[in-house]
């Protein structure tokens, strides 16, 4: 949450703390709950993704909490919104484009994976599941690392890259440098208009929800839609590789 500001960022804890009753809140009865003025409610919702807080009210009304027994309403939000972003990002799943990812894998002469921050823990296991299939395959997760081995990403070469945002820059300037030198690209991302999107061969885009909360001016942000999106194009690799034998 560290573009909005300390009034919007106060307003939207208040928002995820208050996430069950939004529905029956007015703008007005949300400004007074959260000591903070119509424009600032609008202002915090419009930066989560939302047209207004009309739009966000409704979304949360058409999202029916999960029924299992034992767990608060507040504790059914929080696992609502993770069920949101499994299915969401299931649902955005292109079988086209995991096939074509699918087969550039296994035409890659060499795999090199770029990844930052917590997203290096999907890239450890997409890692760790391609060697199971002994591909030539190597993890880069620091910026000068980045740069360096993108000048050797020839067209023989496939590059995986992963961002939950798709612009961070330390991992897509080195990526204009792939395109330079002939070599592929497949993101794995959550925004079907980023600019690494715009760079890659092949995309597949999971879905982020817009209702997680962050306490934190740190990105610890929910991976859950790069892990899916990594379990399905090693699922259907195998699935690929087993058929080949027959």
């Known amino acids: 949450m560290s573009n909005l500001t300390n009034a919007e960022r106060y307003t939207w804890e208040v928002i995820q703390e208050n996430y069950e009753k939004i529905p029956q809140i007015s703008i007005s009865e949300l400004a007074e709950l959260a000591h903070v003025s119509l424009s600032t409610v609008n202002r915090t919702v419009r930066k989560k993704g939302f047209a207004g807080y009309g739009e966000f009210r409704y979304s949360i009304r058409e999202k029916k909490l999960p029924e299992i027994s034992g767990f608060s309403t507040e504790v059914l939000s929080a696992?609502?919104?993770?069920?949101?972003?499994?299915?969401?990002?299931?649902?955005?799943?292109?079988?086209?484009?995991?096939?074509?990812?699918?087969?550039?894998?296994?035409?890659?002469?060499?795999?090199?994976?770029?990844?930052?921050?917590?997203?290096?823990?999907?890239?450890?296991?997409?890692?760790?599941k391609l060697q199971l299939f002994h591909k030539p395959v190597s993890l880069y997760d620091d910026p000068e690392q980045i740069t360096y081995y993108a000048q050797f990403a020839t067209a023989d070469k496939l590059v995986l890259a992963l961002s939950l945002s798709g612009e961070n820059p330390e991992i897509n300037i080195p990526l204009k440098t792939v395109r330079q030198q002939g070599g592929k690209i497949i993101a794995l991302t959550t925004d079907a208009e980023s600019e690494l999107t715009a760079l890659?061969?092949?995309?597949?885009?999971?879905?982020?929800?817009?209702?997680?909360?962050?306490?934190?001016?740190?990105?610890?942000?929910?991976?859950?839609?790069?892990?899916?999106?990594?379990?399905?194009?090693?699922?259907?690799?195998?699935?690929?590789?087993?058929?080949?034998?027959?």
């Open 79 to 128: 696992i609502a919104k993770n069920e949101d972003e499994l299915l969401q990002t299931i649902n955005n799943i292109s079988a086209q484009e995991v096939e074509e990812a699918v087969k550039m894998v296994d035409e890659a002469k060499e795999i090199l994976i770029f990844a930052r921050g917590l997203t290096i823990n999907v890239a450890n296991e997409l890692l760790r």
């Open 200 to 246: 890659s061969d092949v995309s597949l885009i999971g879905y982020k929800s817009r209702l997680e909360v962050n306490y934190f001016d740190l990105d610890v942000h929910s991976r859950l839609p790069l892990f899916i999106l990594e379990r399905v194009l090693v699922d259907v690799y195998s699935i690929y590789q087993k058929e080949k034998e027959f």
